[in-house]
């Protein structure tokens, strides 16, 4: 294996593990706290990951550009001289952005809470925000160290620190969370304040991890700086308008989905105490916001891989001028999101009862909105894919653009259509404002390469097709189990249920793709050599 496709390897799995792990871990801890109190703890962390977004600035994306352009040239004293400067500044960034977010905790939790009926106090919320505010301190400064590794193709590095991270921030959150409630018979807020912080001790020991590799390929480093040639003096002013430059698309990317939270999280509560709904606002938004969001993030996994994979293929493509190669990787990417995102959907929201009552717990609520969420999870998969085409042909503005419009128009219409349609409506209106966004992605993308595409309107109904005959099948499979073993009150039917009717799903959706042959064009030559294996 080539040392590119190694090292893309094992930052690709050291992400995936780690996104895994952070979806794991809210089943236990939900257990612990229970959903009454799941609201609080989304409180925190929505400004939290937008005030990251800001405070890491697509640092190691951008970073580690910076570094491998530099260091192609031969010129390994810029890279060290961005290191050497960025350190300082990512230290001075994750301060400032800590104790913005710690002095905004207040005014954040005013603006939450809109009515005395709700479960959650000002000071409740505002507690929570200061406690997760601590880990700002320290996730930019790593940030930028890892970076400086993947410039230099260490991949390792990256994909252990995040994993360690992760792993030492869910063993604090869960141990600190259960001895809390259950040993010492704390407050929840005691408890999640204390699972906030976990990620503090995280980003601590991620840090940590990094230094033993600094240490360990210093050496190296040092070696390759000796014998640096001069590309032409960069000034400070150059390196950092240069990572400006490449940092800013992936921030908004990044923060797109916790800023249509964001909207929900303050004029939600809002919109249902004008319907007198107070009393339940909190719990339906920490359903919107955080349990079932849990869940329907989970096929949007796939598009984060595209994007990754595509900015340097497309832009490849189109600094060289190949324009058929990269309309054929536009048209399969478009095919192969739908392909495994659409049943993905559909499948969550057929099972969204089962779902929900094995992962957290019996609601009809929860399973209705899970029902409700899941088919977003397109939109949210599309718009990443979109915005990556276009960071690909340097048409970076237009991502800015079609985001603020999208948001502005979710702002616009949340709180009538939260009134009218209650969680649903602020749904609906994430939908709304997801379209806009995408539209224009598509329109731009259209008008600077003259993009369309029959096939993947073909392609596309197709797929459709498959999966309402897919559909289909999972629905008698539920309804005969339903007849033979009665509603799953319990977990353990509703596992069976669920891995009943998977099964079902993916051997029809499997045996008709591979039959008419779509699954071997979408996805390559091993699929053919599968489905040979089968006679198809």
């Known amino acids: 294996m080539s040392s590119l496709m190694k090292g893309t390897a094992i930052l690709t799995i050291g992400m995936f593990l780690s996104k895994v792990l952070g979806l794991v871990y809210i089943f236990p801890f939900y257990a612990?706290?229970?959903?009454?109190?799941?609201?609080?703890?989304?409180?925190?962390?929505?400004?939290?990951?937008?005030?990251?977004?800001?405070?890491?600035?697509?640092?190691?994306?951008?970073?580690?550009?910076?570094?491998?352009?530099?260091?192609?040239?031969?010129?390994?004293?810029?890279?060290?001289?961005?290191?050497?400067?960025?350190?300082?500044i990512m230290t001075i960034t994750g301060f400032l952005t800590f104790l913005a977010l710690y002095l905004l905790a207040d005014p954040i939790a005013h603006l939450v809470i809109k009515d005395k009926e709700q479960v959650f106090s000002v000071s409740q919320i505002a507690g929570v925000i200061r406690w997760i505010s601590f880990a700002l301190i320290v996730v930019p400064f790593m940030s930028l160290v890892r970076g400086f590794f993947q410039g230099y193709d260490h991949m390792e590095p990256t994909a252990i620190s995040q994993l360690v991270e992760q792993i030492i921030r869910i063993i604090a959150l869960l141990v600190g969370s259960f001895l809390v409630m259950r040993v010492f018979n704390g407050t929840a807020q005691t408890a999640i304040s204390f699972a906030v912080f976990s990620a503090f001790i995280g980003a601590i020991a991620g840090l940590i991890s990094l230094w033993y590799y600094w240490r360990k390929l210093q050496p190296e480093f040092n070696l390759k700086l000796?014998?640096?040639?001069?590309?032409?003096?960069?000034?400070?002013?150059?390196?950092?308008?240069?990572?400006?430059?490449?940092?800013?698309?992936?921030?908004?990317?990044?923060?797109?989905?916790?800023?249509?939270?964001?909207?929900?999280?303050?004029?939600?509560?809002?919109?249902?105490?004008?319907?007198?709904?107070?009393?339940?606002?909190?719990d339906?938004?920490?359903?919107?916001?955080?349990?079932?969001?849990?869940?329907?993030?989970?096929?949007?996994?796939?598009?984060?891989?595209?994007?990754?994979?595509?900015?340097?293929?497309?832009?490849?493509?189109?600094?060289?001028?190949?324009?058929?190669?990269?309309?054929?990787?536009?048209?399969?990417?478009y095919q192969i999101l739908l392909f495994i995102t659409l049943p993905a959907v559909v499948g969550i929201s057929l099972l969204s009862t089962d779902i929900y009552h094995l992962l957290y717990s019996e609601s009809a609520m929860g399973s209705s909105i899970l029902a409700t969420y899941a088919p977003v999870a397109i939109l949210f998969a599309l718009f990443q894919v979109t915005a990556a085409l276009l960071q690909g042909i340097d048409y970076q503005k237009w991502i800015v653009f079609s985001l603020l419009t999208g948001i502005l128009i979710k702002l616009a219409i949340n709180i009538p259509l939260i009134e009218a349609f209650q969680t649903k409506g602020a749904i609906l209106?994430?939908?709304?404002?997801?379209?806009?966004?995408?539209i224009i992605n598509m329109i731009v993308l259209k008008k600077a390469l003259?993009?369309?595409?029959?096939?993947?309107?073909?392609?596309?109904?197709?797929?459709?097709?498959?999966?309402?005959?897919?559909?289909?099948?999972?629905?008698?499979?539920?309804?005969?189990?339903?007849?033979?073993?009665g509603p799953a009150h319990s977990k353990l039917l509703a596992l069976l249920y669920i891995v009943v009717c998977i099964s079902v799903a993916v051997a029809i959706y499997a045996f008709l793709s591979l039959r008419i042959g779509l699954a071997q064009k979408l996805l390559g030559s091993k699929i053919e050599k599968i489905a040979s294996k089968f006679g198809l």
């Open 32 to 88: 612990i706290i229970g959903q009454e109190n799941v609201a609080l703890y989304s409180y925190a962390y929505v400004p939290y990951t937008i005030m990251l977004s800001v405070a890491i600035s697509g640092a190691p994306i951008a970073v580690s550009k910076f570094v491998a352009k530099y260091n192609s040239l031969g010129d390994y004293e810029s890279g060290r001289k961005l290191v050497r400067s960025g350190l300082l």
């Open 226 to 282: 000796q014998s640096s040639v001069s590309s032409g003096q960069l000034s400070y002013k150059s390196i950092y308008k240069e990572v400006i430059t490449y940092s800013i698309p992936y921030v908004f990317v990044g923060i797109a989905n916790p800023l249509f939270q964001l909207v929900d999280m303050l004029t939600f509560n809002t919109a249902m105490s004008n319907i007198g709904l107070a009393r339940v606002s909190d």
């Open 284 to 333: 339906y938004l920490g359903m919107l916001n955080f349990t079932t969001q849990k869940i329907v993030i989970i096929p949007v996994m796939l598009a984060t891989g595209f994007s990754m994979a595509l900015v340097p293929a497309i832009t490849n493509y189109y600094t060289k001028n190949q324009r058929g190669a990269l309309i054929n990787a536009m048209d399969k990417t």
């Open 429 to 438: 209106a994430t939908t709304i404002g997801y379209v806009v966004s995408i």
């Open 450 to 485: 003259n993009y369309k595409s029959k096939m993947v309107i073909r392609r596309s109904l197709l797929i459709i097709a498959l999966t309402v005959v897919m559909a289909a099948f999972v629905i008698v499979a539920h309804k005969v189990l339903v007849v033979m073993f």
